[in-house]
């Protein structure tokens, strides 16, 4: 049974990238965080349920989602691209042209 708190994901690597395409239906972007650093992404939000009353059924996810991605390779995380659309969300993540390793995370801001 695959967890629900880790969203699935897809990852194709291309020659000077990797495009990440991860599942978060239910994630609006003002709930999601994007963290990197030199080698690794970490994505997370929260899913809020907007339904109130007496539930005789709860079956969709409600709650946190987190997952964290590492790269066999130096990624360019100052040029990642993200979109966030119908739940889906994409980034574009440049791979290093050199082996320049950054001390600090950041974070990526998603386009709306």
Do not use: W
């Not at 990197?36 to 339904?51: L, Q």
């Amino acid at each position: 049974m695959q967890n629900i708190a880790e969203p699935p994901v897809d990852i194709i690597e291309k020659a000077d990238k990797f495009i990440i395409i991860m599942d978060l239906p239910g994630v609006k972007p003002e709930n999601l965080s994007i963290k990197a650093t030199e080698n690794s992404i970490t994505v997370s939000g929260i899913k809020i349920n907007e339904f109130t009353g007496r539930y005789i059924r709860m079956e969709r996810f409600v709650g946190k989602v987190k997952r964290t991605i590492h790269f066999n390779t130096y990624i360019n995380i100052t040029n990642t691209v993200g979109t966030l659309k119908d739940g889906v969300l994409i980034l574009e993540i440049p791979k290093a042209t050199n082996e320049f390793i950054v001390e600090n995370c950041i974070e990526i801001i998603i386009r709306r």
